[in-house]
């Protein structure tokens, strides 16, 4: 595993190509225009307990950013990091009403979906209630905020061309990856949701949403 040092004030990125959490941060370094330096922690052979990357990120999450000898071990705040640092295209809205809608949708995709299906609660799903469970509870549970996320915005009536307007804000940074989850891994049935369908549709046209996809990741399989 890497030194904690990015090389030459060059960030570095802690991922692994099918992480939604590291998704959102490439999403944000994309958009911002932020060169930097993508380092592998692979997931599935336990790479996030190697003594070295657990001093990065005590909590053995990817992703981890690192920026000369300061480390953020949380997707979330990686994004606000970045925003600060990097002001221009902003990700939050000035007017207070749709910054604070931006960070609810957010976080009902950060703690209200993506964590109760991460790798850890599928695992031990499968070992304590049996095998396959995991993907009926993910379903559940991506149907449930996305019902949420859905009805939220027609509330609202704020979607534009992205979810809060015509602009690519924190929303969709946090929507994209959740979204290409439920279509290509658990096979959501996106028709009940066409705000978010449509919203697909817009990601996968935008070329910094593109090139954070998971397949095109230097540690995704080839098949992928």
């Known amino acids: ?12 990125l802690y991922s692994y190509w099918r992480s939604s959490c590291s998704h959102r941060a490439r999403i944000a370094l994309n958009l911002k225009g ?3 330096e993508y380092k592998v922690v692979n997931l599935l052979k336990g790479e996030q307990s190697d003594p070295e990357f657990v001093k990065l990120n005590p909590m053995k999450f990817v992703p981890a950013l690192v920026d ?19 002001p221009e295209p902003p990700l939050l809205p000035h007017d207070l009403q749709n910054k604070a809608l931006n960070h609810q949708i957010a976080s009902i995709v950060a703690s209200g979906i993506q964590p109760l299906h991460n790798l850890t609660v599928l695992r031990f799903i499968d070992q304590k209630v049996g095998a396959g469970e995991g993907v009926l509870w993910t379903q559940q549970q991506i149907e449930r905020g996305f019902t949420a996320i859905e009805n ?7 979607a534009g061309k992205y979810a809060t307007g015509d602009e690519v804000l924190l929303a969709d940074v946090f929507l994209a990856p959740q979204i290409y989850v439920a279509i290509e891994r658990t096979k959501i049935d996106m028709s009940n949701y066409p ?13 910094a949403f593109v090139a954070a996809l998971p397949g095109r990741q230097p540690d995704a399989p080839s098949s992928s």
């Open 1 to 12: 595993m890497a030194e904690a040092e990015a090389t030459a004030g060059r960030l570095s």
């Open 34 to 36: 932020v060169d930097y």
């Open 68 to 86: 000369g000898d300061f480390v953020i071990g949380d997707s979330y705040a990686i994004v606000l990091y970045l925003e600060d640092k990097y």
């Open 152 to 158: 939220l915005i027609q509330l609202k009536g704020c």
């Open 195 to 207: 705000t978010l369908a449509r919203l697909h549709s817009e990601y996968m046209a935008h070329p």
